[in-house]
């Protein structure tokens, strides 16, 4: 799932911790229209901010947004969460669920529709209190298979209670299978019936030898790119690559996967050219961050302003196929034998990352044992309020003696409530 906080679309932090496991899988792509329209749709939230924690529902008018209002739908969530009220539905959205009488709950919403799609969502963006993009595929009521992009985004009567959601979605059907596959044959006949090519070379030989260490890289089995290409070379196979896969029609796990293969590829030879890869790096305004060095390469490749979900998820796992020491031009094909694909791999690997890190300190068995080391305090050092009053943290000695090692700040929200708990 993306998140959209802030002022700019998807933000995520680099920390593959603060990825979101929902959206790993790229969907079939559904077009740059319906992501302009998500796009379109965000601005125009930011645009109600203002100074306000969240936009006034008083100043949202879906009948009045000519460019997305008919595919948009609104939630009332004044009367319950478990059943909010839908107040609005643009009649783009009603056509394609082919609802023709009143929905007045999110319980009239009718099964395999675009519109349930949309409304499963609703509860995750109270839990977050911030926008929501989302993508992904599925057959609808009519058996008819459809990619979808949408987006739900918060507003408040009060400034404070997130009690209205804005949801804007897209669409597109995918072309019958059969006819699909009737397209396939006749392209397939009419490239046998077409005069020879000329042979080429293919884009990747069978790699380096098996025994090849990790880090010192023999480019001789490689024949394209040539043995002595420039870096830029490699990082133009892996982009042209990217690019395929975001602009492919059936946007396949294939395409995707070698995509990211070809990424884990450039980083290896990154490795073995890192002047290259530093002018690369200056003259694209990136930097490589220690705690995630993948990062870089995926930006490189797919783009900065790419989805930072995206980018987090391809960095954590070209993070596992070096730690994993996968060899060059074997990391698309391992994606593809991976059980559960990518979703599962970096599902994997974050939670290798989590029993691999040490345990979070203890805070409170620290703040004792600071408290037991504690230097005994002049009592007469210690500040009080305008009553005198002050609230200490006192260690008994071994001769049965209490001493004070400790002491609130004057007048702290906290002391003021020991005080009062003291006493009552």
């Given at each position: 799932?993306?998140?959209?906080?802030?002022?700019?679309?998807?933000?995520?932090?680099?920390?593959?911790?603060?990825?979101?496991?929902?959206?790993?899988?790229?969907?079939?792509?559904?077009g740059?229209?319906?992501?302009r329209?998500?796009?379109?749709?965000?601005?125009?939230?930011?645009?109600?901010?203002?100074?306000?924690?969240?936009?006034?529902?008083?100043?949202?008018?879906?009948?009045?947004?000519?460019?997305?209002?008919?595919?948009?739908?609104?939630?009332?969530?004044?009367?319950?969460?478990?059943?909010?009220?839908?107040?609005?539905?643009?009649?783009?959205?009603?056509?394609?669920?082919e609802?023709?009488?009143?929905?007045?709950?999110?319980?009239?919403?009718p099964?395999?529709?675009?519109?349930?799609?949309?409304?499963?969502?609703?509860?995750?963006?109270?839990?977050?209190?911030?926008?929501?993009?989302?993508?992904?595929?599925?057959?609808?009521?009519?058996?008819?298979?459809?990619?979808?992009?949408?987006?739900?985004?918060?507003?408040?009567?009060?400034?404070?209670?997130i009690?209205?959601?804005?949801?804007?979605?897209?669409?597109?059907?995918?072309a019958?299978?059969?006819?699909?596959a009737?397209?396939?044959?006749?392209?397939?006949?009419?490239?046998?019936?077409?005069?020879?090519?000329?042979?080429?070379a293919?884009?990747?030989?069978?790699?380096?030898?098996?025994?090849?260490?990790?880090?010192?890289?023999?480019?001789?089995?490689?024949?394209?790119?040539?043995?002595?290409?420039?870096?830029?070379?490699?990082?133009?196979?892996?982009?042209?690559?990217?690019?395929q896969?975001?602009?492919?029609?059936?946007?396949?796990?294939?395409?995707?996967?070698?995509?990211?293969?070809?990424?884990?590829?450039?980083?290896?030879?990154?490795?073995?050219?890192?002047?290259?890869y530093?002018?690369?790096?200056?003259?694209?305004?990136?930097?490589?961050?220690?705690?995630?060095?993948?990062?870089?390469v995926?930006?490189?490749?797919?783009?900065?302003?790419?989805?930072?979900?995206?980018?987090?998820?391809?960095?954590?796992?070209?993070?596992?196929?070096r730690?994993?020491?996968?060899?060059?031009?074997?990391?698309?094909?391992?994606?593809?034998?991976y059980?559960?694909g990518?979703?599962?791999?970096?599902?994997?690997?974050?939670?290798?990352?989590?029993?691999?890190?040490?345990?979070?300190?203890?805070?409170?068995?620290?703040?004792?044992?600071?408290?037991?080391?504690?230097?005994?305090?002049?009592?007469?050092?210690?500040?009080?309020?305008?009553?005198?009053?002050?609230?200490?943290?006192?260690?008994?000695?071994?001769?049965?003696?209490?001493?004070?090692?400790?002491?609130?700040?004057?007048?702290?929200?906290?002391?003021?409530?020991?005080?009062?708990?003291?006493?009552?």
């Amino acid at each position: 799932m993306d998140i959209l906080r802030g002022y700019g679309i998807a933000s995520e932090a680099d920390d593959f911790e603060s990825a979101n496991d929902a959206a790993i899988e790229t969907p079939p792509m559904v077009g740059a229209d319906e992501r302009r329209m998500q796009v379109r749709a965000y601005n125009y939230w930011a645009s109600l901010l203002g100074d306000r924690n969240l936009p006034s529902i008083e100043d949202l008018s879906p009948e009045d947004l000519e460019d997305f209002g008919p595919y948009s739908v609104l939630l009332d969530f004044s009367t319950g969460l478990d059943n909010p009220a839908v107040v609005y539905l643009g009649t783009a959205l009603r056509a394609e669920c082919e609802i023709s009488g009143p929905i007045q709950f999110i319980n009239d919403v009718p099964a395999r529709s675009l519109l349930s799609r949309l409304t499963d969502h609703y509860l995750q963006i109270i839990a977050n209190a911030a926008p929501i993009g989302f993508e992904a595929g599925f057959l609808n009521q009519r058996g008819a298979e459809i990619l979808y992009r949408g987006i739900l985004m918060p507003f408040s009567s009060d400034d404070q209670t997130i009690d209205f959601v804005f949801g804007v979605i897209n669409w597109k059907e995918v072309a019958n299978r059969d006819v699909s596959a009737e397209i396939d044959r006749e392209v397939e006949e009419a490239l046998r019936s077409a005069p020879s090519a000329p042979p080429v070379a293919p884009i990747w030989a069978d790699g380096p030898a098996a025994d090849e260490e990790f880090g010192t890289l023999d480019l001789s089995g490689m024949e394209s790119p040539a043995e002595d290409a420039p870096l830029v070379d490699w990082l133009a196979l892996a982009r042209d690559s990217a690019e395929q896969a975001r602009t492919s029609e059936a946007r396949s796990h294939a395409a995707l996967y070698r995509a990211i293969g070809l990424s884990y590829d450039f980083a290896l030879v990154t490795i073995a050219r890192p002047e290259e890869y530093a002018e690369l790096l200056e003259n694209s305004g990136l930097k490589v961050q220690a705690r995630a060095p993948m990062t870089a390469v995926v930006k490189l490749v797919f783009g900065s302003t790419y989805d930072k979900t995206r980018i987090t998820e391809y960095a954590t796992a070209l993070d596992h196929a070096r730690a994993n020491g996968i060899e060059l031009g074997a990391f698309g094909d391992y994606l593809a034998r991976y059980d559960g694909g990518l979703k599962a791999l970096v599902r994997d690997e974050r939670a290798q990352r989590r029993s691999d890190s040490p345990a979070k300190p203890d805070r409170q068995q620290t703040a004792r044992a600071a408290m037991k080391a504690a230097v005994a305090l002049d009592p007469f050092a210690v500040a009080t309020d305008g009553d005198g009053l002050a609230v200490v943290v006192a260690r008994r000695e071994k001769d049965g003696s209490l001493v004070i090692v400790g002491a609130l700040p004057e007048g702290s929200d906290l002391s003021q409530r020991a005080i009062v708990a003291a006493a009552g």
